[in-house]
């Protein structure tokens, strides 16, 4: 049987079973190393709460988005597998998209100025709905770098947060 992703990353880590529980407990979210196994193993299906504390332990945020698009029954019909890119590949995938729906605009607003799309819109209205779609899986990639970058303490998480609450 193959390794599932949070036996990987935890061995990508280096981490015995022990460690990751003691970890959690240090943060008030206790695991025992039995039930780890069985998660690991596939054995026992694993809660939001404990990939989200194994996210953080491991400092790997793209677990919460793995959860979500494969495992999750909601949110593997409502959310997008992001891969992890780089910065420079998120922003040109970002203006290409940008681009492309700057000369959709003005179709968008004759389709859709009626409130009805008719049969012969309907193709540039998909066309439209999937560079939105993109434009909206590379904003998410985007966040999901920041949070990995936040993670490996890339960037400054505390002036980050300060900046965007304001």
Known sequence: MADTIYKEIRKKHNMTRDEV??????????????????????????????????SRIYKEPTLCNHYCSKECEIGHEYVPEIKVKDLTQIVLEMLSSL????????????????GVIDDDEIKDFVFIQNELERI????ETLQLWVEQMLADEKINMDKYNEIKGQ
């Open 21 to 54: 529980c003691d970890e959690a407990s240090l943060q008030d979210n206790p695991i025992t190393p039995e039930r780890l196994e069985r998660i690991e193993n596939g054995k026992f299906p694993i809660t939001p709460e404990e990939v989200l504390l194994l």
């Open 99 to 114: 681009n492309s729906m700057k000369k959709s605009q003005e179709r968008l607003i004759e389709i859709t100025a009626d």
């Open 136 to 139: 909206s899986i590379t904003v």
